[in-house]
């Protein structure tokens, strides 16, 4: 299965030519649910980041994904799906992808609790799109706007 890679260009970070935060978005073939994440892609790239939305995709896909685009964050909507965020995980760490990980969806507290576990951060229906901004602006050091 080989996923189609689409970029969503922000605008361009101001200051000392320093190419924009890039963010991985990409939602495990788990899920079909397509409006939190691009709604949540829609929103990183207004914020003035660089979104690469990989779309339906396997560990692996997201791993060569997050290599070849040298991403500095990767975004996943796992749908509760933990076990999916930790093969990934694992994955990105044999890889030597240090590209910090955030994971939406649904997630009931146990999930949370599980990613909190695994330095992921996650952000649950009813997050507001600012937080998932300022995490991004925080991770990253990048205040893109």
């Not at 997050?66 to 044999?94: C, K, N, Q, W």
Request: a negative charge; hydrophobic letters at 50%.
């Amino acid at each position: 299965m080989s996923a189609d890679v689409d970029v969503a260009g922000g605008a361009a970070a101001g200051g000392g030519g320093r190419r924009p935060v890039k963010v991985l978005m990409a939602q495990t073939a788990l899920d079909g649910h397509w409006r939190g994440p691009a709604l949540v892609a829609r929103t990183l790239r207004d914020a003035g980041f660089e979104v690469v939305v990989l779309g339906m995709a396997r560990g692996e896909e997201i791993v060569r994904a997050a290599i070849d685009e040298d991403v500095d964050v990767i975004g996943l909507h796992v749908g509760g799906h933990i076990a999916v965020v930790e093969r990934i995980i694992a994955a990105l760490h044999d890889a030597e992808v240090e590209a910090p990980v955030l994971a939406g969806g649904t997630l009931p507290p146990q999930s949370v609790a599980r990613l909190d576990e695994l330095g992921v951060r996650s952000f649950p229906p009813g997050s507001a799109l600012d937080d998932i901004v300022a995490e991004v602006r925080r991770i990253t050091g990048r205040a893109e706007r």
